[in-house]
């Protein structure tokens, strides 16, 4: 892939902005987005290549938001050869122990985010024969004892076969990524919740891909 436009959501730390930098050492067009416009400043500031990078205040889990993200990338950069479903995080506590007012700000993010990205993006993708990729979880693949993040997760996975097998009748690429455990800031502030599938912290994200990962892939 040379010289491409790749959209990531929620990518001012972790995997998406690892992802982001990653993709403009190798010369391609990034355009981020992040909820906190602060963090996104600094991610933009440290990335550099202010010529290849675009920078977009949005909430994953807003229809208008993410509409109007993808509309200003295609506008800015010409064109979008990659949508990354990566917004997403954990509350951190579990159905039984928890704290309900913070749940549905997860599962938005994780469950209805990728799809809204999916359908802003399909019709660009499919102009340029790109793909979509979305971010999973090993927690996406085990069940774990009342761990609504997994069950999140869990739906990514079947949202991302649902969408294979739509986007690939119109010669776009569906990947699925399942991370284990990435000493992010993800994990930040959080209590994990019991799963059997997640180890320990593996070392952050390096340019060759982690081997603590399962993923599934499908071309057109």
């Known amino acids: 892939m040379t010289g491409k436009t790749i959209l990531i959501t929620g990518a001012t730390s972790g995997i998406g902005a690892h992802t982001a930098r990653l993709l403009l050492d190798r010369g391609h067009r990034v355009a981020v987005t992040g909820r906190n416009e602060s963090k996104l400043k600094t991610f933009l500031d440290e990335a550099g290549h202010p010529d290849r990078l675009l920078g977009l205040v949005a909430d994953a889990a807003d229809w208008q938001a993410t509409e109007s993200v993808v509309t200003r990338t295609v506008e800015h950069f010409g064109a979008l050869d990659a949508a990354v479903a990566n917004a997403g995080f954990?509350?951190?506590?579990?159905?039984?122990?928890?704290?309900?007012?913070?749940?549905?700000?997860?599962?938005?993010?994780?469950?209805?985010?990728?799809?809204?990205?999916?359908h802003a993006t399909l019709p660009h993708l499919e102009a340029t024969g790109g793909r979509l990729v979305l971010i999973g979880s090993v927690a996406g693949l085990k069940n774990s004892p009342a761990n609504l993040y997994s069950a999140t997760k869990w739906a990514t996975t079947g949202l991302a076969e649902n969408l294979r097998l739509h986007a690939t009748t119109r010669g776009i690429g569906v990947t699925?990524?399942?991370?284990?455990?990435?000493?992010?800031?993800?994990?930040?502030?959080?209590?994990?919740?019991?799963?059997?599938?997640?180890?320990?912290?593996?070392?952050?994200?390096?340019?060759?891909?982690?081997?603590?990962?399962?993923?599934?892939?499908?071309?057109?």
């Open 90 to 118: 954990m509350s951190g506590d579990s159905i039984g122990a928890g704290k309900p007012t913070s749940w549905a700000p997860m599962v938005l993010t994780n469950v209805l985010g990728p799809a809204l990205l999916a």
């Open 176 to 220: 699925l990524v399942n991370p284990g455990m990435i000493d992010t800031p993800f994990w930040q502030g959080a209590s994990v919740p019991p799963s059997p599938c997640l180890p320990s912290p593996s070392p952050r994200p390096s340019a060759s891909p982690s081997t603590n990962r399962q993923a599934s892939t499908s071309t057109p």
